[in-house]
């Protein structure tokens, strides 16, 4: 039984709070301005647990601090234990999706296998929904093709009726199931229900992976039958055992211990987090399931502590002992739950050695490899909308950024950046000294950087020019003309994306693609634009990062030339240990005496001379003139 309280929004008081919120265990609810729920948690003390966010800001973990802004609500619901209140915390997150909670996402219902004992001619049949009805659960299996597998065993070996019916037909006479000797035929025969009884015990030792123990039940029945010279129920029996121990070498026992167990493995990539859960059932691997969370502020152990208060929350069959790879927080509390529920002594284990860490590091190895699966088919799929978006005859698996930097013409400098499948592969960056451009000529510029590129082959699938339809066009134009050095590979297609016009309203960036007018617009959050943006984006860091450094090395050599007595070996070794102008002002005679080849009248003299410079210049001046150009990357 549960109460319910609800605080307004004017009552989001700690003071307030104190006087009003009971010392029970309970469920917990912010709401937004709108009477939105934003987050669920549970407590086994409400008032101790809500007023425990309300902290400075600062004291809060970041998540924490964004909920507690946008929290203009509680509400709270009483439940009669924690335990209760853990299936409660399930079933509104589950309800209400709130923002700030972790959620496991799993739109698949898994198949599992449904028998029930309670009928007279009971069979198995496949679910996907489990209840608690007092029938029993195998399961869950990881596909549709698995259980069908197993009921197909089940109905080759074991004599239960073959009829779909959940009531057992009457007909005239058997079916053909009877007649080739895998059914009892309950339909029309009179069929000793202790008998059928002893078969369906059989089938659900199977199903329970207790084949050993089947097996041996088999072979003494086979014996007995033998003695007494019933020689055809012997070789059905025989038939029997041959059939299931087939099926049992196909198994992988992961498990000395012989007994059920469920392991947990994770692995993370950024914001996602990949879980995969190991059945084991009385020592053998029957199967797995992989869950996808994606959170941007979780840690492995908060992702790890939500997964699993959602994950056993909706299962049917929890087992005794639970592998995990991360301390869980809330252990007691979870494993008493889960005990309750599965009317028996639940342990969630962390394993330091041994198999059980060797069963943790297969799960851990199965995430990965499933996580790895899933990002290469997410980006080959954003491959395949890139080329849809922007009607591209091939698939660009390859596309190069290009962007140009320069001070009012000065030191001009053009980068290249390249993604493969939608991912930033480095080795192919690149960047460019502009050469053969005079003054401010952004077209020229970026026409002289896609020549240079396209001199060296493989050539990528697609330009990203940041730019409108004029850089566009210079860079095709620079395109058709290099395309007949290599008449044999196929151009690179090209595209420009452009900032949003302001003044016409503009919300988003847009696509420039050559042969069309009007841009293409896509949404602000559409996957497409968001790569393009990412694309562009790290080209213009890259391309101002160069720029700048290219910058100092020309600013360090201009006023290191005039200095008596340092030379070109000299020059090298101090641009080598001072990076930057201002860090070579502010060196020591000690500091200037240390580097290679400077000795300490020669760093009196260098520090003398940079003192007088900074009289003469002042302190805002700076010497950008045109210097001798260090090597170019």
């Not at 869950?140 to 037909?169: H, Q």
Request: aromatic share 6%.
């Amino acid at each position: 039984m549960t109460q319910q309280e609800t605080v307004a929004r004017d009552g989001l008081d700690p003071k307030r709070l104190q006087e009003i919120l009971p010392d029970a265990p309970g469920v917990y609810l912010f709401k937004d301005s709108g009477g939105r729920v934003i987050y669920v948690g549970k407590a086994k003390r409400l008032r101790k647990r809500v007023l425990s966010y309300f902290k400075p800001l600062d004291e809060l973990p970041r998540k924490t601090a964004h909920l507690m802004e946008r929290a203009r609500g509680l509400d709270t619901l009483l439940t009669a234990t924690e335990n209760e209140a853990f299936i409660l915390e399930a079933s509104l997150i589950r309800k209400h999706a709130p923002r700030y909670n972790i959620i496991l996402r799993d739109d698949k219902r898994y198949p599992s296998v449904r028998l029930d004992p309670r009928e007279r001619f009971a069979r198995p049949f496949i679910v996907r929904k489990t209840r608690k009805d007092g029938a029993w659960y195998f399961g869950p299996f990881s596909s549709a093709n698995a259980v069908r597998e197993t009921l197909r065993v089940i109905d080759r070996v074991f004599l239960l009726r073959k009829c779909r019916n959940r009531e057992v037909p009457k007909r005239s006479r058997p079916c053909l199931n009877y007649q080739m000797g895998r059914c009892l035929g309950p339909c029309c025969l009179p069929v000793d229900a202790w008998e059928y009884r002893r078969i369906v015990e059989r089938v659900r030792l199977f199903l329970e992976g207790r084949s050993t123990e089947l097996v041996a039940q088999l072979q003494q029945e086979m014996r007995q039958a033998a003695d007494a010279l019933d020689f055809e129920k012997a070789a059905r029996l025989r038939d029997q055992i041959t059939a299931i121990e087939r099926t049992v070498e196909r198994q992988h026992v992961v498990s000395t211990r012989f007994e059920d167990q469920d392991v947990v493995g994770l692995a993370v990539r950024g914001h996602l987090f990949q879980m995969v859960v190991l059945f084991i059932r009385n020592g053998v691997l029957v199967g797995s399931r992989p869950y996808l969370i994606r959170e941007k502020e979780g840690d492995r152990a908060e992702v790890l502590e939500a997964f699993l208060k959602q994950f056993y929350a909706q299962e049917s069959f929890i087992p005794k002992r639970i592998l995990v790879p991360e301390a869980v927080g809330d252990q007691e509390a979870i494993e008493n739950w889960l005990s309750q529920e599965a009317s028996t002594r639940v342990r969630i284990l962390r394993p330091q050695r041994g198999e059980n860490l060797r069963l943790v590091e297969m799960a851990a190895a199965n995430a990965q490899s499933v996580l790895e699966a899933r990002l290469k088919q997410e980006h080959e799929d954003l491959v395949l909308m890139v080329k849809d978006a922007l009607a591209l005859e091939g698939a660009p698996h390859i596309i190069e950024g290009l962007d140009i930097s320069n001070f009012h013409g000065h030191a001009p400098v053009g980068t290249i950046v390249s993604f493969v499948d939608g991912i930033p592969h480095r080795p192919g960056y690149r960047s460019y000294r502009i050469r053969n451009v005079d003054g401010i000529d952004d077209y020229a510029m970026m026409g002289e950087l896609v020549a240079r590129r396209m001199e060296k082959t493989p050539w990528p699938d697609l330009f990203l020019v940041d730019g409108g339809k004029g850089h566009l066009a210079a860079v095709r134009a620079v395109i058709d003309r290099s395309r007949g050095a290599h008449p044999e590979l196929r151009p690179p297609d090209s595209v420009s994306i452009a900032k949003p016009d302001e003044a016409r309203h503009e919300r988003y960036d847009k696509l420039y693609v050559p042969g069309r007018k009007n841009p293409i617009e896509l949404p602000g959050d559409h996957p497409v634009l968001l790569l393009m943006m990412h694309i562009r984006d790290e080209a213009h860091r890259r391309a101002i990062g160069h720029h700048q450094k290219l910058l100092a090395r020309r600013m360090h050599a201009s006023i290191l030339d005039a200095v008596p007595g340092v030379g070109k070996a000299r020059k090298a070794s101090l641009l080598k240990r001072f990076r930057d102008v201002e860090a070579l002002m502010e060196a020591s005679v000690e500091e200037l005496a240390a580097v290679q080849g400077i000795s300490g009248p020669l760093a009196c003299e260098i520090k003398s001379f940079l003192e007088r410079l900074r009289l003469e210049s002042g302190p805002s001046r700076r010497d950008d003139g045109p210097g001798p150009e260090a090597p170019g990357d």
